[in-house]
T-cell receptor, first 118, second 113 residues
Framework: IAGITQAPTSQILAAGRRMTLRCTQD?????MYWYRQDLGLGLRLIHY???????GKGEVPDGYSVSRANTDDFPLTLASAVPSQTSVYFCASSGTPTTGTGRPYGYTFGSGTRLTVV | DAKTTQPTSMDCAEGRAANLPCNHSTISGNEYVYWYRQIHSQGPQYIIH???NNETNEMASLIITEDRKSSTLILPHATLRDTAVYYC??????????????FGTGTRLQVTL
């Protein structure tokens, strides 16, 4: 089934440790995104990528880094985790519109990674 | 991005139509209205989107007012599985680069027996 796979599903991480959240899509979408969701704050964009080889910062990028070596994979790395990074992380992707229509595609989201930093 | 305003919560009896309103009075001419929902602890799920015409798919209908300042998502026969938070989002125009979705707080729909 086409979609987005995130791993791990959940993780408890000691503060100061490095952690990479994995995200893989099989829809050949150009754009990919990482959001975090915290109670009362909704979904906030961390980083995004327009296409393989490019990345950009979202609303809350500090403490996170991403890479986009190919179309399918978009890992999110926490270099030195802190408790404030406890959250649910969602990866998403979106395709580019067909030529001439300009009709933007919807997003597809992964099932999320629940991260607890202690 | 145009901001959206939604009621915090709504209730609906199972089998009845659920009508979820959204105000987006500052929407610009080339911005689309998207609806997503998030069932507890799952990733957001795309429902439907539209520009100015009413839209219908297997999940729902989207009614956009003529002035485009508001819209209504209609779930024609709500079931318990439709209990979720529903997000109305106005998407920035596509410019060839990744365009983020700005999520508000959404409407928590509770479907009851």
């Amino acid at each position: 089934i086409a979609g987005i796979t995130q791993a791990p599903t959940s993780q408890i991480l000691a503060a100061g440790r490095r952690m990479t959240l994995r995200c893989t899509q099989d829809m050949r979408h150009n754009a990919m995104y990482w959001y975090r969701q915290d109670l009362g704050l909704g979904l906030r964009l961390i980083h995004y990528s327009n296409t393989a080889g490019t990345t950009g910062k979202g609303e809350v990028p500090d403490g996170y880094s991403v890479s986009r070596a190919n179309t399918d994979d978009f890992p999110l790395t926490l270099a030195s985790a802190v408790p404030s990074q406890t959250s649910v992380y969602f990866c998403a992707s979106s395709g580019t519109p067909t030529t001439g229509t300009g009709r933007p595609y919807g997003y597809t989201f992964g099932s999320g990674t629940r991260l607890t930093v202690v | 991005d145009a901001k959206t305003t939604q009621p915090t919560s709504m209730d609906c009896a199972e089998g009845r139509a659920a009508n979820l309103p959204c105000n987006h009075s500052t929407i610009s001419g080339n911005e689309y209205v998207y609806w997503y929902r998030q069932i507890h602890s799952q990733g957001p799920q795309y429902i439907i989107h539209g520009l100015k015409n009413n839209e219908t798919n297997e999940m729902a209908s989207l009614i956009i007012t003529e002035d485009r300042k508001s819209s209504t998502l209609i779930l024609p026969h709500a079931t318990l599985r439709d209990t979720a938070v529903y997000y109305c989002i106005v998407r920035v125009p596509y410019t060839g680069t990744a365009s983020k979705l700005t999520f508000g707080t959404g409407t928590r729909l509770q479907v009851t027996l």
